[in-house]
């Protein structure tokens, strides 16, 4: 009689969802070191301007029953709404250089001008994009060329209107700290040392709050940990990744 033994289940599938003015470009690194390990999607986050909105539409189009899921600034908000519509469907969560707390009222009134400032012409719009980038990275990385070039192109890719629905969508997003104890899938909340758009402070008070969290700081990073610290990004994803295909129940 032959033994008949369970087969290990597959790797979680994954999903990404891009921040503020970023498209899938943002986390290509990411995608290209793990898309040879499991099936690995991005989400939109330019199509509405609600967070509830963007992950009703991110679970229409998640890869599986359930998946692991990783947000980045933006779209961490998003993440933390799709684990409130479907906390069934999230075997495994990343929270990268994002928060758990409402707009502040300055925020608000910051996000509000830059709106403000929009119009119509082209040239407008790349001025308003361009004052992203000393906020969002590492002094040391404020002159790379190439950086830049790619910050500026997603941005003109997102375009405006895109980028009024996610201010819009950042603006009105719920405040999220009153769920993060109820989390009980593997969690890692990373963060650059250096971020001050969603300081570090942020991240320690998420993952004090969320159960058995892994909390990830990257040094001489700021905001846009995913393009300047790629391979350290994808070491703390693949191993949290490993982590969770391990804790996940056979025959998920």
């Not at 990404?16 to 990411?30: C, E, I």
């Not at 942020?202 to 990830?216: G, H, N, Q």
Request: charged share 25%; proline share 6%.
């Amino acid at each position: 009689m032959i033994e008949e033994r369970a087969m290990p289940n597959a790797p979680l599938p994954l999903l990404l969802v891009p921040g503020l003015l970023n498209d899938a470009r943002v986390w290509k690194n990411q995608t290209d070191a793990l898309s040879g390990e499991r099936d690995v999607r991005v989400a939109e986050s330019t199509t509405h301007d609600s967070v509830a909105a963007l992950a009703a539409e991110a679970l229409a189009r998640a890869p599986a029953a359930r998946f692991a899921l990783a947000g980045f600034s933006l779209g961490g908000y998003v993440a933390l709404e799709i684990l409130r519509q479907a906390p069934e469907r999230v075997a495994a969560l990343a929270l990268i250089d994002t928060g758990s707390r409402p707009d502040t009222v300055e925020a608000t009134q910051v996000r509000r001008g830059m709106l403000d400032a929009l119009d119509s012409a082209t040239a407008g719009f790349d001025a308003v994009a361009a004052t992203f980038l000393p906020r969002v990275v590492h002094p040391d990385r404020v002159d790379d060329a190439l950086l830049a070039d790619l910050l500026l192109s997603m941005a003109r890719s997102v375009g405006a209107a895109a980028f009024a629905r996610q201010q819009n969508a950042a603006i009105a997003r719920p405040d999220s700290r009153p769920g993060l104890g109820a989390i009980r899938c593997p969690t890692m909340v990373l963060c650059g040392r250096q971020d001050t758009v969603t300081p570090l402070a942020l991240s320690e008070e998420m993952a004090s709050s969320i159960p058995d969290a892994k909390l990830v700081v990257l040094e001489a990073c700021g905001h846009m940990s995913l393009l300047e610290r790629p391979r350290e990004v994808v070491d703390a994803m693949r191993a949290w990744l490993q982590a969770a295909d391990r804790a996940r129940p056979a025959h998920d």
